[in-house]
C-alpha cells in the first residue's frame, strides 16, 4: 500500500519515527508521500527523506491555511524548491475556508499560480479543499490548458462533488473519514469506480476509527484499506492492488 499524503516530518513524531516507519512497514505500507506545509517545514521534509530515501516522496508547495500577508515571499520559496531539485507533485495546494475567509482573495491567487507551476513542471498536484468545493471548482475551471492529474485530498463531498472531481481528471484521497459514522462518504463511495480513488491517512491528523481522537500514522492506514475493502465489499488485496496503481500512475516518484 501507499499511504499518499502524510506529514510525518511534523513534531508530532520526533520521538518515535522509526518506530512509527516500521510499524507501517510491517502492515504492508511501502512508500510515503510528504505533502509540503509553508518554508518553515521544509527542512524537515528534507531531513526525513535523507533518513529513508527509497520510501519518502516529497511534493512543494503552500497550503492555504499558510496564505497570509507574506504570501508571495512563501510562493517564491515553493518556485525556487520546484527549480533546484525534483518533486512528486505540487502540494498541498488548495482553498481552506473554515480556519479563514479574508484571506480568500489571496488563496485563490496562490491557487492558481502553484497550478501553473504544475503544468510547467509537469506535475501533479494535490489539493487540500475545507468548506471550499465552489470556491476551488471555480478556479478549477477557469485554468487555462490541460489540468494536471492530481488527488482532492481527505474527500468529505457529496456524491454530485465526486462525481464533478472524477469529471476533471482528478482522484480521491481517501482516509480516516470513511470509518466516521458521521463521514457521510461511506454512504455513496461504492457508487464511484475504484480506479478513481487512493488511500491515505493525513497523519498526525484524522485519525480512523478505532484511532479516533488519537496521533494518526501511516500504520493505520490498514484501517482505512479495511474499510474500503468493506465499502467495495471486496477483498483486501483487491483494495492495495487497485489504490497502489491508482497512487503510482498519479505520481512521479
Known sequence: MIDTHTHLYLPEFDQDIDEVIERAVA?????????????????????LEKR?????????????????ENFHQELDHVYQELNRRSFSAVGEIGIDLYWETKTLPWQQEAFAQQIKWAQEFDLPIVIHCRESFDEIFQVLDS????????????????????????????SLGIGGVATFKNGKIDQFLAQIPMEHIVLETDSPYLAPVPFRGKRNESSYLYQVAQRVAGIY?????????????NALAIFKS
Open 52 to 68: 529513508y530515501p527509497e520510501r519518502m516522496h516529497l511534493m512543494m508547495g503552500l497550503h492555504p491555511t499558510s496564505v497570509q
Open 27 to 47: 502492515l504492508g505500507v511501502q512508500e510515503f508521500y510528504l505533502p509540503a506545509i509553508d518554508s518553515s517545514t521544509t527542512q524537515a521534509m528534507y531531513a
Open 143 to 170: 485554468v487555462q490548458g490541460p489540468l494536471p492529474k492530481g488527488i482532492f485530498h481527505c474527500f468529505t463531498g457529496t456524491l454530485e462533488q465526486a462525481q464533478h472531481i472524477i469529471g476533471l481528471g482528478l
Open 233 to 245: 465489499d471486496c477483498p483486501l488485496t483487491q483494495v492495495d492492488r487497485i489504490t497502489t496503481a
